[in-house]
């Protein structure tokens, strides 16, 4: 089944008083893009996590933001770094005497250096950490497919009450089309009789070819097969399980292609009004496949 581009999930597990929240969107995009901002806890992981997301999803913008908490604070996983906290004291007390300022360096100078104070690395440290991620970042992603796959359903009945109106409209082409040849046949001996009183001087034979020949130009029946063929595919594309979004993007291209002919052999102003409903819907479907994934 289809499934759309668009949509939001969410996701929060906690294990021993560690909490992590998953915020998964998506948009429309050509390919699939990932947008990921972790905490620095989790910063080693951000190839992890694109893998969960190509793993789920072919196609869109999904940006995935993960924040963590503790209860406890002491359980912040920090340490100081002495070397840089050294190096740090020493420069700012030569900058001071260079400078000749009175200030003596305190703790606050010191902490303004990030270097300081570390925030352990998952790799480095706790797997557990990774462990509570994963899942909050899984039951996210399974909340986006299902949002995902709600707005898909809605875009399938849209597309199928389309079809329906597109093959009622070929059908109504046909029945259009089948009683040209015998009106254009009348009109044009009706005309030949006001212009020639001597009724015998028209060649039959000539006259038969040439109705033979118009009766060509206007025949639209291998259109109007093909756009129905078309019609099928799609529905049958439809409710695929691999995404589709692209085989119907050229489905539609080619539909349009068969109410571009149709509309150029119709001498008919009823097909041509016809022709453009078709090309309407057309424009709906195509603005709506720009979501399938």
């Known amino acids: 089944m289809i499934s759309s581009m668009t949509g939001y999930g969410r996701g929060e597990v906690t294990v021993d008083r560690f909490t992590v929240l998953a915020d998964v969107r998506s948009v429309n995009n050509r390919f699939l893009e990932v947008a990921i901002r972790l905490p620095r806890t ?8 694109k893998d969960l997301v190509r793993s789920r999803f072919s196609r869109g913008k999904v940006n995935v933001v993960m924040t963590t908490t503790r209860e406890n604070g002491n359980d912040m996983p920090l340490k100081i770094n002495p070397a840089a906290a050294k190096a740090y004291g020493k420069l700012l007390n030569s900058l001071r005497k260079a400078a000749k300022i009175q200030e003596r360096v305190t ?36 909340d986006l497919g299902v949002m995902r796959q709600r707005e898909g359903l809605e875009l399938l009945n849209d ?37 020639l009183s001597d009724k015998s001087v028209i060649d039959r034979g000539r006259l038969e070819l040439e109705l033979a020949l118009f009766a060509d130009k206007l025949d639209v029946t291998e259109e109007c097969v093909r756009f129905r063929s078309h019609t099928k595919f799609f529905q049958e594309a439809l409710g695929a399980e691999e995404s589709a979004g692209r085989k119907l993007g050229f489905l ?7 109410a571009n002919t149709i509309g150029a052999k119709a001498s008919s102003a009823q097909i041509a009004h016809l022709v453009v ?17």
């Open 42 to 49: 989790l910063s080693l992981r951000e190839i992890d996590v």
């Open 252 to 258: 539609v291209q080619e539909m349009n292609r068969e």
């Open 159 to 195: 597309f199928s009450a389309r079809l329906s109106r597109l093959n009622e409209i070929i059908d109504e082409i046909e029945g259009i089309a089948k009683t040209l040849v015998p009106e254009e046949r009348a009109r044009l001996e009706e005309r030949l009789n006001r212009l």
């Open 277 to 293: 409903v078709m090309k309407e819907e057309l424009e709906k479907i195509r603005e709506q496949l720009q979501n399938i994934e």
């Open 107 to 142: 703790l606050d100078h010191l902490l303004k250096f990030p270097e300081v104070l570390e925030i352990g690395i998952l790799e480095e440290g706790d797997e557990k950490e990774w462990s509570v991620a994963r899942q909050a970042l899984l039951a996210a992603l399974d």
